[in-house]
Nanobody, 122 residues
């Protein structure tokens, strides 16, 4: 089992930046691909970004390309989501998730954090 804990959410003005972190514990000796997903009020959860175990492969939702960057530090068992040029429509609960093999389909992710709220004011 792997436990994931997100942090770094908060309230920020439009145009600002935030960095989310996702710390993994438990069975971290295995290699995991990681993803970030978000769920806005009244909407379904959606894919934001994903990164392979090595960090060599990344994918982003079109809505965040050029503004968000996913990265990881395997020595610290931590994945990051650097968010810049934030917009009010980025307001959501952000979740990190992990699975054994790389993909962007949230239905295939095995492990999930509890989420962290990001609110972008206009």
């Amino acid at each position: 089992q792997v436990q994931l804990v997100e942090s770094g959410g908060g309230l920020v003005q439009a145009g600002g930046s935030l960095r989310l972190s996702c710390a993994a514990s438990g069975r971290t000796s295995r290699s995991y691909a990681m993803g970030w997903f978000r769920q806005a009020p009244g909407k379904e959860r959606e894919f934001v970004a994903a990164i392979s175990w090595s960090g060599g492969t990344t994918d982003y939702a079109d809505s965040v390309k050029g503004r968000f960057t996913i990265s990881r530090d395997n020595a610290k068992n931590t994945v990051y989501l650097q968010m810049s040029s934030l917009k009010p429509e980025d307001t959501a609960v952000y979740y990190c998730a992990g699975r054994s093999y790389y993909c962007i389909d949230q239905m295939r992710y095995e492990y999930w954090g509890q989420g962290t709220q990001v609110t972008v004011s206009s």
